[in-house]
Structure formats: C-alpha cells, structure tokens
C-alpha cells in the first residue's frame, strides 16, 4: 500500500513538473515573439561594460519587456547571457524581442552620421560635432584651419570625436596627395599648404560647382601679376577667427588691418580660411585656361566674369541695379 501512494506521488510530481515547464517554456515562447510594445522606431543601446542585469533593466526602461526577468530567461534561453554586444540597435514598431535578440547575435548595430559641409571653419566643425547626438567630445579640440576634408561621416553612439577628426585629416591628406601629383604646370603656389589657402578662399567665394574652375582662374591670374586678391571671406576670417560675421561686410572691414585681408595685403593669406571640398581643391590646382581677372555676383547666384576692370565695373553696376530692385 505504501509503495504504491508512493509510486501515485512520484507520478503526480513529475506529470506537475511536466506541466510546469511545456507552460513557462510556451509563456518563453510568446514573450520571444510578441510584437514590441511601440509604434515607432526606438534605439536600444547597450554600453560597453554593461553585463545582462544592467541590459535587462534597460530593456524593461525601454519597455522592450513587462519586467527585467523576461529579458534575462530570454537571454538564457537563447543562449545569449554572456555574449551581449555593445553597441545601439535600431528597433522597429513590428520587430519581436526575438528579432532583437537576433540582431544583438549578429552584430547589426545602428550607425549616425554627421554631414560635414564644404567650407565650414574648424571652429564650426568643432561645433558641429559637439552637437552630435552619441559622440564622446572629451579632449575634442578645433583642429589646423583647411586640414579636414567635409564629407559624411559614420559613427557609433559613444565614439570619441576626436576619432572623426583623424579620419577627416587622413582623408584629406590623402586626397591632397593624389590631386597634387596631377596639377597644371606653373602655378604661381609651390606648397600644397599654399594651394589648400587658395582652395579655401574659392570654396567661400561660391557654391556653384561649374564656376570654381573658373573662380579659381582668377584668383590664379591675380597671383600671376602681383594683383591682390580682394576676397571678402578672407577679410571676414581676419575678424571672426572662423565663425560668422553675422552682418553685411563694411568698409570699415575692408580697411582692417589683418594679416588675411587681402585687400591690403598682396598674396596669399598665412593659413586656410575654411575647409575646403573636394571640388574646390580639384579647381585650384587645375584652374580653367580663361583670361578672367574679376568676378562679382549676378544675381541668379552665379557670377559674372571678366578680363578688363572697365568691364567688371560694368557688371557690378548691373549687379547693384540688382540689389536695389530686389529689396522690399
């Protein structure tokens, strides 16, 4: 009789042991592939260091899980508790938490970008990536004036800054070195310092990609008769170091005395005044073969070109007619 209660109570437990575990191994089963609680696109980022407690809280922070504990039997579950990639994930309103699982398995991390456009100042994209989202500015310092190439740049959250500015200086040094080698003979500039100066100048003086050859020509051909350059944005660069004047540019702005006003000093400026793009650079060491000596705005944002002061003074007139009609 007392073998036989005993041989019911051991079935008993291991029929309750049965149950117990085909229910939490089909509740395991609905909490993998559930839809995540959200409808829009949310970033799950896990911190270098972070151990699956600390994961866990995270997910139930980020409402990934109902509870920290579901996290953590899933991680177990999927084999996955010790093997958590750092990194941000990006997660769709439809995904599962199996599929976020899926993507921490194989590395499918979430990349920002910072777009660096042509003709910033260092100063500016010293700003710029202080406003990054996820980026670790510590020790981030504006480099050299003109030695950072402007281009899209990819990074993941908690990436130091100032590893984008290697990667930005390596780009344009080896940009640089390749364009050099193919530039037009007798150029009135003998350093690739020099030549990154007069691409700068270009790049600030338009934005319209057909004219900087040209553009390029004429500051060339200044340099080529002892001309002074009469740039405006290196007169504005003498007086803001690199960041916006924020005003119209005034006589009494063209009379300062610096050392990048190049209305009153003849040659080159002593460093860049931004940093210039691809294009600019291009322009500079392969200037178009044309006689232009002047250039002023036309109104249509491009310019107007020409050889003769006479004829220059003709196109600024038009161009003032211009501004005085187009004012309210």
């Not at 699956?52 to 990934?64: F, N």
């Not at 310092?193 to 004219?211: F, N, P």
């Not at 050392?259 to 691809?278: D, E, F, H, K, S």
Request: charged share 25%.
């Amino acid at each position: 009789m007392i073998r036989s209660r005993f041989l019911f109570m051991a079935v008993v437990v291991l029929a309750a042991v049965v149950i117990v575990g085909g229910t939490g191994a089909g509740i395991m089963r609905h909490i993998l592939s559930r839809e995540l609680p959200t409808n829009d696109t949310q970033y799950f980022y896990i911190e270098r260091g972070s151990g699956l407690l600390r994961t866990s809280y995270l997910a139930q922070e980020k409402g990934l899980v109902s509870t920290r504990w579901h996290f953590m039997l899933a991680a177990q579950l999927l084999g996955m508790e010790r093997s958590l990639q750092a990194g941000e994930y990006e997660l769709g309103p439809s995904m599962s938490l199996r599929d976020v699982f899926d993507k921490i398995r194989q590395g499918e991390r979430y990349f920002r970008r910072v777009a660096i456009p042509e003709g910033l100042s260092s100063k500016e994209v010293e700003v710029l990536l202080r406003q990054s989202f996820g980026l670790d500015t510590k020790g981030l310092v504006a480099p050299g004036e003109g030695t950072l190439l402007p281009d899209t740049y990819f990074y993941e959250r908690g990436d130091q800054a100032t590893s984008i500015l290697k990667r930005m200086t390596g780009k344009q040094a080896e940009l640089i070195a390749k364009l050099w080698d193919n530039r037009a003979p007798g150029l009135p500039f003998d350093t690739i310092d020099e030549a990154l100066t007069l691409a700068s100048i270009v790049e600030k003086e338009t934005a319209v990609a057909e004219e900087r050859a040209m553009v390029a020509a004429v500051f060339v051909n200044r340099l080529r008769k002892g001309m002074r350059l009469q740039s405006d944005p290196t007169v504005i660069y003498g007086i803001t170091g690199g960041i916006a004047l924020g005003r119209p540019i005034s006589r009494a702005d063209l009379n300062a005395t610096t050392p990048y006003n190049t209305y009153r000093v003849a040659g080159l400026p002593p460093t860049p005044i931004a940093n210039p793009g691809r294009q600019s650079i291009a322009a500079v060491l392969n200037p178009a073969d044309v006689p232009y000596l002047y250039f002023v705005a036309d109104g249509t944002g491009g310019h107007a070109f020409a050889t003769s002061l006479e004829d220059h003074n003709r196109n600024v007139a038009r161009w003032r007619q211009f501004e005085r009609k187009s004012r309210p």
